[in-house]
């Protein structure tokens, strides 16, 4: 049957051969893939990760680089002179100007070529605004995600690798933490942060371990899971049988293997936690008013004045959430259908 | 079976119990107690006034003294009396937790109704233009910043916009109802438009998603293809033959989106301004008021572990694997 097979081929080839006129060298045709590349061509197949990558960098662009190229700072604040027009930072008798009568703050104004998206109600630049809230929405994100991951990977790997009584008490910490409601807490924790008198700029810092703290329950019962299959694979077997410490067995031959998922776990949470930052900047238990973010920007709104006449204030920022957490959805999507070998196209 | 329930049930109260105790610490620690909240604007009040107040309200106690009471009155289904309103936790929450959880049931129908019918279609059409555009609507919505989008509907909407749906409270102040009227009904469901179709429409993309993940798993199946070859109409494989079994999963989630229909309220409610208890709670925070908050949080700590109750026991009823380990 085999060898049949084989002349079949050979006769193919020699077929071709004589169509094209010379004999085609079948192993230099062949691709040759590595695993990453494989996961690399899949991911580039899918339209939507390619647009929620696109609006990464554009948006990482934009809030990191961004501040350096405006020309106004995040707290800087602009007034309108007696005659109605604003008050140019380098004129010789600035602060005169500004402080003689009819003088006032130039604010809610429209967007125009000065400021590129109006001034907000103290004046400032809403567009350089934007840059930097933009820049705390990042930055939590990032770091919320590392803390979870820390503690998810470390306490649900040692859950997974040891078992016994050591796994039952991770796992009912993990329900602990997964049956106490988010927001309330939260609401909690930051009157408790006014009452240990932490300073304001301190502040989004604490809110990012706390958050860090109470989201690693996810990422730890997703890492227990998968290594409690793995644990059974028999390369774990050889591993055993090679003698290796048991740190060096989940570090080496377990987290490797669950990588995929928590990358893609990773991508999304990082646009959850975004999201939940701005709501709880929007509550006014997040970043502190006086740094801009793009949760207390939307606060805005709360104005009935500024949410009929000044929309310039409040849907950008709120645009800049949707469109940068939708990013990372597409982009994690698009991961975890490029790490699935079922999921070919 | 019987064996596993009893487990799981042992377990639930272990961790309901860890659960208080980290609340009840927090919720201790938080600023400037209520007697002094409540009194910082008479000044006749002299500190052994508060002292008195403190021991009456039993906020003299040291954190793990007025837990060990707390627990022992929990108990016994007494979560004290709130300090805000004045009266019991448990009347407040009966008299509240029907707004919440009405709001919250209608918003689940609908998403139901509109998940399943799209998330059957998406799976059917995968990677066509179809599945492409509602997997883009169904993100849009997962990563939709609620405030926002409640804004948004109330200028489009609302009186500053459109004038369709009021946008704020649950009926019309001006006008006073007596005993119930078809008009007052009218009246809640024009005040609920725009709160349920915010909360359809951030909520409805992860139930959408799941339909569609499990539906696809489902029609790859060896059974599926056994089912078309034996020229079963593509009606009945879909629905019968398929989307039966998508269903055990879909239960299962029904299970553990219990508690958000009580939790997700805070915001909700917050940014319409309906009378609920996630609103009251907001309140209750300002205003650190121990037993409400002790007991709207341990009302949902409890709605999540029996969501975890249920969709484990679903699991095993459907899957025997799960009862041996």
Redesign the interface.
Same mark, same amino acid.
């Given at each position: 049957m085999d060898e049949k097979y084989q002349d079949s081929l050979k006769k193919d080839a020699m077929d071709a051969s004589e169509f094209s006129g010379e004999v085609e060298d079948v192993a230099a045709k062949q691709l040759f893939m590595t695993p990453g590349q494989i996961v690399a061509r899949q991911f580039f197949r899918n339209r939507l990760a390619i647009v929620g990558l696109v609006i990464l960098v554009i948006a990482i662009l934009f809030c990191v680089v961004g501040p350096f190229l405006s020309p106004y700072s995040e707290t800087e604040m602009f007034y309108l002179g007696a005659d109605g027009q604003e008050v140019p930072k380098d004129v010789p008798n600035y602060s005169a100007r500004i402080s003689e009568s009819g003088a006032r703050l130039n604010k809610r104004a429209e967007p125009d070529s000065v400021h590129l998206l109006g001034t907000t109600e103290l004046g400032h630049d809403m567009f350089t605004r934007l840059m930097y809230g933009g820049r705390v929405s990042l930055m939590v994100g990032f770091i919320v995600v590392f803390v979870e991951l820390l503690l998810g990977v470390t306490l649900g790997g040692i859950a997974g690798y040891y078992g016994g009584w050591i796994d039952t008490i991770i796992m009912r910490l993990v329900e602990i933490f997964n049956s106490i409601p988010f927001i309330p807490l939260m609401l909690i924790i930051s009157s408790v942060m006014i009452n240990l008198k932490i300073p304001e700029g301190n502040k989004i810092y604490y809110t990012m371990v706390i958050m860090g703290v109470l989201y690693w329950a996810g990422v730890a019962r997703l890492v227990r899971g998968q290594i409690l299959s793995l644990r059974e694979m028999e390369y774990m077997q050889a591993a055993e049988a090679g003698g290796i410490r048991g740190s060096r067995k989940i570090m080496r031959h377990l987290i490797p293997n669950v990588m995929p998922q928590i990358i893609v776990m990773a991508t999304m949470d990082l646009g959850g936690v975004i999201l939940t930052e701005s709501t709880m900047s929007y509550l006014g238990i997040g970043t502190s008013a006086m740094f801009a973010s793009w949760g207390n920007m939307v606060q805005a709104v709360t104005s009935d004045v500024i949410m009929r006449n000044a929309p310039y204030l409040w849907i950008p920022p709120g645009l800049a959430i949707l469109f940068v957490v939708l990013a990372f959805n597409f982009v994690g999507d698009g991961l975890r259908d490029a790490f699935d070998p079922k999921m070919k196209r | 079976m019987r064996q596993f329930i009893i487990r799981r049930l042992l377990?639930s109260i272990? #961790?309901?119990l860890? #659960?208080s105790m980290?609340?009840y610490a927090? #919720?201790r620690?938080?600023?400037?107690d209520y007697v002094t909240l409540a009194t910082a604007t008479n000044p006749k009040v002299t500190p052994e006034m508060k002292e008195e107040l403190r021991k009456i309200y039993g906020l003299d106690k040291s954190i793990p003294e007025g837990y060990v009471n707390w627990l022992g009155s929990a108990v016994k289904g007494e979560f004290g009396v709130s300090l805000k309103f004045n009266r019991p936790v448990t009347q407040i929450i009966s008299e509240y937790a029907p707004i919440t959880f009405t709001v919250a049931f209608i918003a689940l129908v609908l998403e139901l109704l509109i998940a399943i019918p799209l998330g059957i279609l998406a799976a059917r059409k995968q990677?066509t233009k179809t599945d492409?555009i509602i997997?883009?609507l169904v993100? &849009?919505g997962?990563?939709?910043?609620?405030?926002?989008f409640a804004?948004?509907l109330?200028?489009w909407f609302g009186p500053?916009g459109l004038n369709w749906f009021p946008a704020y409270g649950l009926l019309q102040a001006r006008v006073i109802y007596n005993g119930f009227s078809f008009a007052k009904l009218l009246d809640y469901a024009q005040h609920l438009v725009l709160p349920i179709s915010m909360w359809v429409v951030t909520g409805v993309g992860s139930m959408l998603r799941y339909t569609r993940t499990n539906m696809l798993e489902v029609l790859?199946a060896d059974y599926i293809r056994t089912a078309r070859a034996k020229g079963v109409s593509e009606h009945n494989v879909v629905y019968s033959h398929g989307f039966r079994n998508t269903l055990i999963t879909l239960v299962t989630l029904l299970g553990s989106s219990l508690?958000g229909l009580f939790?997700g309220a805070?915001?909700t409610e917050?940014l319409f301004a309906l009378e609920g208890l996630g609103n009251i709670?907001?309140t209750a925070?300002?205003q650190?008021d121990v037993p409400y908050?002790m007991g709207?949080?341990m009302l949902?700590?409890v709605l999540? &572990?029996i969501g975890?109750l249920i969709s484990d026991i679903l699991y095993a009823a459907v899957d025997p694997r799960v009862r041996l380990s």
């Open positions: - | 377990i272990i #961790v309901l860890g #659960v980290m609340l927090l #919720v620690s938080m600023p400037s990677y492409y997997t883009t993100f &849009i997962i990563s939709m910043p609620t405030f926002f804004a948004l109330k200028k500053a790859n508690p939790s805070a915001i917050g709670a907001l925070s300002h650190a908050l709207f949080n949902l700590a999540t &572990i975890y």
